[in-house]
């Protein structure tokens, strides 16, 4: 039984749902999406995303026509495997068809690029055994937020700062007090102007630090 949090970006709220591995995720269609598919090889219980992906997902898919195979969707910060602002980490980022034949994979390809669906669709040349595309907020690394925030990239700097012991009093996609206060005291032992705002300053300088440490004794489950 896995823990979904999803951002419904229509409402500006959190959802909390509980999905065994084999269901549909939130918002799915058709169960084109399972939590196990969307987890893929991360080893969390918990995950979270956007209700904004999940819909691009079910217009994507339809578009496509057919079944599509997932080998990366989901990962916690402190897992790693990708880039210190991968959106991998927000939840809105897929690498697929790693089963298909080049041809197949660039038809895919120039599908996702042209349906206008999805904010990024990977280049070829950065990822030529799979296909990339992603429902990003903003242009390149991630969005600031501050207090009064709710979202999927709360959840990550939520992840992030617990993971490194920084205390934001749980993992709920929504940017209180004691997130404001984890940020702060962040800021102030890295250098940083203290403002309790993650910026892209601030941004870049946590996740370099969370990025593929691994599970520690802090992380919230």
């Not at 090889?41 to 999940?54: A, C, D, L, P």
């Not at 934001?168 to 940020?183: E, I, K, P, Q």
């Not at 993650?198 to 990025?211: E, Y």
Request: glycine share 10%.
């Amino acid at each position: 039984m896995a823990k979904i949090l999803v951002y419904n970006n229509q409402a500006n709220r959190m959802e909390t749902y509980y999905r065994g591995l084999s269901e549909a995720m939130p918002y799915i269609t058709n169960r084109t999406l399972t939590v196990r598919e969307f987890r893929s090889n991360s080893n969390t219980n918990i995950v979270w995303t956007s209700r904004n992906t999940m819909n691009s997902w079910n217009r994507f898919r339809t578009l496509y026509g057919r079944s599509i195979y997932v080998g990366f969707a989901f990962k916690r910060p402190w897992e790693g495997g990708h880039a210190n602002q991968s959106q991998h980490y927000a939840g809105v980022a897929f690498d697929v068809g790693q089963n298909l034949s080049s041809a197949d994979r660039l038809a895919m390809r120039n599908l996702a690029a042209s349906s206008g669906i999805w904010r990024y669709v990977e280049p070829i040349n950065l990822t030529p055994r799979w296909v990339h595309f992603d429902d990003r907020t903003t242009a390149a690394g991630y969005p600031t937020v501050r207090y009064g925030s709710k979202g999927n990239y709360v959840c990550v700097a939520q992840d992030s700062l617990n993971a490194l012991g920084l205390a934001t009093g749980g993992l709920d996609g929504v940017f209180g007090t004691n997130t404001r206060n984890a940020v702060l005291t962040f800021q102030s032992r890295n250098g940083l102007s203290a403002d309790g705002i993650l910026g892209p300053n601030t941004w870049s300088r946590l996740m370099s630090q969370v990025n593929g440490i691994g599970k520690t004794g802090t992380v919230v489950n």
